[in-house]
């Protein structure tokens, strides 16, 4: 089965995202000509070193500056002579954004501006990423990322200053279950565009299971320091035999609930994503009659079963 593994050892941006899906094999002419349709940008693609890491750079220009709101971008996104999976991605891309902001800053979704995010070069680096991943013909792909670099100290920007992750990024690392770790350097690593991406574009939980390379591509960020500041993704081969899933067992014990209780019990908790249930008759404490409840689930329902 093939897969694509993300491994943000060095955090993601939005130009960093779309710079490595350049590398790995998406056409650079294509992606370019995307993001300059969908925003008031000028796109140039290049090759660059980052201590000792040959990469792809993708630099975004733009005049324009400004705030948009959320229905702002997503009615241009959906107007884009662009393929409808890109146009989709993008838009739910944007949506991940603007519900991580609208959390962080208690403003109702539909009142949200966005300000960094709304500009020119946040939609084409948006686009950019999903256009490139459409090219790539990943959608059938299985998507794992390693966890997330997200650097340290403290950021400024138009709210204040805030530790890193920034607000908008923790949120969207919360809400998706995106791994993240502090480090490996002082400064912002991670961005709320970069976080977005991820959390669209990831759909399996957990390690990877072992995977031969096929194809390795590195996306280079803007910032220098000790490590170099690319965002690495590697195309493979996963035998399916090795793929596995993790599994969690609930259980507890009763002996003052009756058969027609316990009967329902069942049902609520197969309905509320049980992978199934098991009554089992014991005998308790000083003789009494009563059950082991025990629940098969996915790690991710245990804290709602």
Sequence with gaps: MKAILFDPFSGASGDMTTACLIDLGADADKVKDAMEIAADV????????????????????????GSLKLSEIIGRIGSLSLPDEVISDAVSVFNILGKAESKVHGVPIEKLHFHELGQEDAIADIVGACAAFHDLGLKDHRIYCTPI?????????????????????????KE???????????????????????????KEKGACPCMTSKRIGYGAGSMDSA?????????????????SDSIEMLETNVDDVTGQVLGNLIDELLAKGA???????????????????????????????
């Design 42 to 65: 000028e796109v140039k693609v290049t090759r660059t070193n980052k201590k000792g890491i040959a990469a792809t750079a993708v630099n975004v220009s733009t005049k324009k500056d």
């Design 149 to 173: 670099s997200v650097g340290e100290g403290f950021i400024e920007f138009s709210h204040g200053k805030f530790p890193v992750p920034a607000p908008a990024a923790l949120e969207i690392l």
């Design 176 to 202: 998706y279950s995106l791994p993240w770790k502090p480090g490996p350097v002082e400064g912002e690593l991670l961005t709320p565009t970069g976080a977005a991406l991820l959390a669209h574009f990831v």
């Design 227 to 243: 490590v170099p500041n690319v965002l690495r993704v590697i195309e493979g081969e996963i035998d399916e035999a090795l793929i």
């Design 275 to 305: 992978r199934d249930v098991s009554i089992i008759p014991a005998t308790m404490k000083k003789g009494r009659s009563g059950s082991i409840i025990q629940v098969i689930a996915k790690p991710e329902d245990s804290d709602a079963l």
